[in-house]
Every structure is written in C-alpha cells, then in structure tokens.
C-alpha cells in the first residue's frame, strides 16, 4: 500500500488549506485511514480519522469543529479540510492506514503511512 500525501504549504491565521491522501497498491476501501502531525520537536499526535467505508470519524479535541475528514470511496482519497487555522497547527500531517476498519489514536496501530506534507501557519 502508498499512500500520498499533498496540499501542504504555507498559510496565515484563520486560513485554510486541504490535505488530499491518495491510496494505491493493495489499499482497501474498508480499512481505517487517518491523519496523523508532528509539531517540531514534538511526538505525532492523532488529528482525525475516517472507518472503514467512511460510517464514522474521530477527531482531536484540538481541531474539533475546524477540520472536516472526507473519503471518496472510489478514487481511494481521503481529504482533509482544514479551516480557522492557528499557528499551533503547524507541523509535518501525516496520512495513515491500517488493515481494520476501526480508528484508532495510537500510531503504533497503523500499518502504513504517506512521507508527509509540511503545514505552516504564520501568525
């Protein structure tokens, strides 16, 4: 499984930006996918994720009502729509997937990741 990642870049306060992850390889549409950032210096932390199919998602607290994850089934993509962005967003997002169809918020339980896409925010 690939995954990649694009749509990072640099961007103010209160702006916004959408991250594409697009699935390729041995990619299941009824696996887990999610979005995972690293701020500089800091460990990765859970951002959102979608189910298997996309019934259901999960989000941080920290991006609750800011962020929207989306997947489109047939093209294997997942998006994430980021708005109202802080600099506190800044870091490395990273798309992630694992074989169940359940989230998790623990990076350890995904099998597969993207490279990365770097996200600034400038106060």
């Known amino acids: 499984v690939q995954l990649v990642e694009s749509g990072g870049g640099l961007v103010q306060t209160g702006g916004s930006l959408r991250l594409s992850c697009a699935a390729s390889?041995?990619?299941?549409?009824?696996?887990?996918m999610a979005w995972f950032r690293q701020p500089p210096g800091k460990n990765r932390e859970f951002v959102t994720g979608?189910?298997?199919?996309?019934?259901?998602?999960a989000y941080a607290d920290s991006v609750k009502g800011r962020f929207t994850i989306s997947r489109d089934i047939a093209s294997n993509t997942v998006y994430l729509q980021m708005s109202s962005l802080k600099p506190e967003d800044t870091a490395v997002y990273y798309c992630a997937a694992r074989v169940s169809p359940y989230v998790n918020v623990n990076p350890w339980e995904y099998d597969y990741w993207g490279q990365g896409t770097q996200v600034t925010v400038s106060s």
């Open positions: 390889g041995r990619a299941s549409s009824t696996s887990a």
């Open positions: 979608i189910t298997g199919r996309g019934g259901s998602t």
